[in-house]
Each structure stands twice: as structure tokens, then as C-alpha cells.
């Protein structure tokens, strides 16, 4: 195996893992104790699957260590191709992405406290309880909205560098740059039109999967360094 291979299979591996280990709060959690319309509901599900609840809130500061190094990782495979292009993936893809995660983490643990209705929060009455926690959830869903302008605009110079990189797939990195707006799209939505961001995901899915295609591509197939002109030459 070469180096190269080498690099690609381990941010390949990073790239999966950070992405597994995120989905449980991003999808799992919602899925299980979020009830749709009904704060009550949802607090009441928060306070009686506490341990689950509190297994997300760890595997978003995790998924969110773990990605940091997503894009480090991925430097080091393509800062040969485009080392000025590599810094920006690397300032948009882990800079300001991570600290979206922790912050949403401290969010998710004042709504556990609201639902759990700790002793110096007696001052507030239940009703206000199942708002505090709505509120609070409601910041989380707006931070997660915020960061997938970043999570986008990454996109962008990670599938030009696999573009020129002569090593992966062309068509991986046309496909990972038409779906940065996408993602960016699916941010403003939400912010200029709330309750219709779930419309764009539906219409951009297939977009989407550009990500799971090269994180898998990367993980089991590596990458192939191209030899010279010299060496694929037969002697007459």
C-alpha cells in the first residue's frame, strides 16, 4: 500500500467514524424523544430516557473531536495538490464547524435540566419548564442550521482539490462542489422560511450522498497515484 493510499484510507476511516457517531444525535435521539408539535411530550421523553439523552449529548462531543481531525487528515492527502486550497477546507471544514457541536452539546444539557426540573429550578413552574426546554432545543436546531453553511461551503474547495487531484475520481469532485449550495441553500431556508428547509433536504438528497460516496471511496478503494508518461512507456 502506498503512502498515499495510506492517507486516503485514514481519512477515509475518520470521515466514517465522525459521521456514525454524529448521526446519533443528529437522527437517532430526534427519531426516539422528540414529539412533533408537543413540548410536553418531548420533555416528558427527555426526563424518563435520561441515560439515552445524555448518550447523545457524549456522542456529539465525540462525532465533534473526531471531526476535527476529518479535515486535517484530508489536508495531508491533498495539501499536495493545492496547499492554499487545503487551508480554506481545512479553516471551513474543521475551524468553524467544531465549535457549532460543543456549544449545541451545552444546549442540549440545559433542555435535560429544564426536563429534569432540578431543585433550584422549583422557581419555575412546570409549564415554564417544557418551554425553557423547547427554547432550548429550538437553539440547537438553529445552530445546526447556522453551521451547514459551513458544512456547504467545505465542500467546495474539498471537491475542487479532488477534481485536480488526478488520484480520485473527477466525477467525486464535481459532485461534492454541486453540493455545497445545496447545503447553503438548506441553511437560509430555514432561517427565511421556517418549516420548509425539510422540502430542500427531501429535493437535495441525492446531492447529499456526494459525501458518503467519497467517504467510502476513500475508506475501501484509497487512491491511485498516477505514474509518469516515462514509466508507462513500452520500450519499441
Same mark, same amino acid.
Not at 467519497?214 to 509518469?228: S, T, V
Given at each position: 500500500?502506498?503512502?498515499?493510499?495510506?492517507?486516503?484510507?485514514?481519512?477515509?476511516?475518520?470521515?466514517?467514524?465522525?459521521?456514525?457517531?454524529?448521526?446519533?444525535?443528529?437522527?437517532?435521539?430526534?427519531?426516539?424523544?422528540?414529539?412533533?408539535?408537543?413540548?410536553?411530550?418531548?420533555?416528558?421523553?427527555?426526563?424518563?430516557?435520561?441515560?439515552?439523552?445524555?448518550?447523545?449529548?457524549?456522542?456529539?462531543?465525540?462525532?465533534?473531536?473526531?471531526?476535527?481531525?476529518?479535515?486535517?487528515?484530508?489536508?495531508?492527502?491533498?495539501?499536495?495538490?493545492?496547499?492554499?486550497?487545503?487551508?480554506?477546507?481545512?479553516?471551513?471544514?474543521?475551524? !468553524?464547524?467544531?465549535?457549532?457541536?460543543?456549544?449545541?452539546?451545552?444546549?442540549?444539557?440545559?433542555?435535560?435540566?429544564?426536563?429534569?426540573?432540578?431543585?433550584?429550578?422549583?422557581?419555575?413552574?412546570?409549564?415554564?419548564?417544557?418551554?425553557?426546554?423547547?427554547?432550548?432545543?429550538?437553539?440547537?436546531h438553529q445552530l445546526d442550521l447556522a453551521?451547514?453553511?459551513?458544512?456547504?461551503?467545505?465542500?467546495?474547495?474539498?471537491?475542487?482539490?479532488?477534481?485536480?487531484?488526478?488520484?480520485?475520481?473527477?466525477?467525486?469532485?464535481?459532485?461534492?462542489?454541486?453540493?455545497?449550495?445545496?447545503?447553503?441553500?438548506?441553511?437560509?431556508?430555514?432561517?427565511?422560511?421556517?418549516?420548509?428547509?425539510?422540502?430542500?433536504?427531501?429535493? !437535495?438528497q441525492p446531492l447529499a450522498f456526494a459525501e458518503v460516496a467519497i467517504m467510502f471511496?476513500?475508506?475501501?478503494?484509497?487512491?491511485?497515484?498516477?505514474?509518469?508518461?516515462?514509466?508507462?512507456?513500452?520500450?519499441?
Amino acid at each position: 500500500m502506498t503512502t498515499l493510499s495510506k492517507n486516503a484510507r485514514v481519512a477515509g476511516a475518520l470521515y466514517v467514524a465522525a459521521s456514525v457517531v454524529g448521526a446519533v444525535r443528529l437522527l437517532y435521539i430526534p427519531s426516539h424523544l422528540f414529539v412533533h408539535g408537543d413540548a410536553a411530550a418531548t420533555a416528558a421523553n427527555l426526563a424518563a430516557h435520561e441515560s439515552l439523552f445524555r448518550f447523545g449529548i457524549v456522542s456529539t462531543l465525540i462525532g465533534a473531536a473526531i471531526w476535527l481531525f476529518v479535515p486535517l487528515a484530508l489536508y495531508r492527502l491533498l495539501k499536495g495538490v493545492d496547499q492554499g486550497l487545503a487551508v480554506l477546507m481545512v479553516i471551513l471544514g474543521s475551524l !468553524m464547524q467544531v465549535p457549532f457541536f460543543f456549544v449545541n452539546a451545552v444546549n442540549d444539557v440545559a433542555a435535560l435540566l429544564f426536563a429534569r426540573g432540578a431543585d433550584y429550578l422549583a422557581v419555575f413552574d412546570p409549564a415554564q419548564r417544557v418551554a425553557f426546554v423547547r427554547l432550548f432545543l429550538d437553539l440547537h436546531h438553529q445552530l445546526d442550521l447556522a453551521n451547514f453553511v459551513f458544512a456547504g461551503l467545505w465542500l467546495f474547495p474539498f471537491g475542487l482539490l479532488v477534481y485536480k487531484s488526478r488520484f480520485l475520481p473527477r466525477f467525486l469532485g464535481i459532485w461534492l462542489m454541486l453540493e455545497c449550495p445545496a447545503w447553503v441553500v438548506f441553511s437560509l431556508t430555514g432561517f427565511l422560511a421556517p418549516g420548509r428547509e425539510g422540502r430542500v433536504f427531501d429535493l !437535495m438528497q441525492p446531492l447529499a450522498f456526494a459525501e458518503v460516496a467519497i467517504m467510502f471511496w476513500l475508506l475501501i478503494l484509497g487512491a491511485k497515484e498516477k505514474l509518469p508518461v516515462a514509466a508507462t512507456t513500452q520500450p519499441a
